[in-house]
T-cell receptor, first 113, second 114 residues
């Protein structure tokens, strides 16, 4: 039973397209995150939601729009995809925003051509 | 089905002493392992890695040990400093090319007491 799942796992698309990545957690956690891994070295936090409310919104282009229909889901929609958006995107969840333990999803590898 | 596990959510160590953070994995196909350090409201930052052909990799105060037969790795920090206080995540991959995604553990909060 997967704790944090992401779909799709791989996404290849053309520049200029709009795409969504979905994330679901079945742990009953209150807080969910999106990270972008540009390289092996660093995962940059993009957004954090607590009980469907946005609590962290780092400096990302407004082409990226998170949506949390309920606290078990945090989807990432990206408009007008650019080459530089190619990366692995990780979703994660934690019990609360003050909890250190985070469960990561398997990642979505986005390739923009 | 957590394939990478960090069973200790927290660890407290006196400044100057050794910190040992542990990580276990279940998939014997993992070939490359990494440790990340995370501060609040930031993303994890890469710290040190090890390939499965080695059993030890050292970088300054940080040493990672890999025991493939036990499917266990550990991160040693000697000597521990207050600035090391953070959450540490271990991660595993099927190779180090970057073509395969990472599988993360759930993190261990290290507190170094001055």
């Amino acid at each position: 039973d997967t704790a944090v799942s992401q779909t799709p796992k791989y996404l290849v698309t053309q520049m200029g397209n709009d795409k969504s990545i979905k994330c679901e957690q079945n742990l009953g956690h209150d807080t969910m995150y999106w990270y972008k891994q540009d390289s092996k070295k660093f995962l940059k936090i993009m957004f954090s939601y607590n009980n469907k409310e946005l609590i962290i919104n780092e400096t990302v282009p407004n082409r990226f729009s998170p949506k949390s229909p309920d606290k078990a889901h945090l989807n990432l929609h990206i408009n007008s995809l650019e080459l530089g958006d190619s990366a692995v995107y990780f979703c994660a969840s934690s019990q609360s925003e003050s909890t250190d333990t985070q469960y990561f999803g398997p990642g979505t590898r986005l390739t923009v051509l | 089905d957590q394939q990478v596990k960090q069973n200790s959510p927290s660890l407290s160590v006196q400044e100057g002493r050794i910190s040992i953070l542990n990580c276990d994995y279940t998939n014997s196909m993992f070939d490359y392992f990494l440790w990340y350090k995370k501060y609040p409201a930031e993303g994890p930052t890469f710290l040190i890695s090890i390939s499965s052909i080695k059993d030890k990799n050292e970088d300054g105060r940080f040493t990672v040990f890999l025991n493939k037969s036990a499917k266990h790795l550990s991160l040693h920090i000697v000597p521990s400093q207050p600035g090391d206080s953070a959450v540490y995540f271990c991660a595993a991959s099927f190779d180090q090319t970057g073509a395969n995604n990472l599988f993360f553990g759930t993190g261990t909060r290290l507190t170094v007491i001055p």
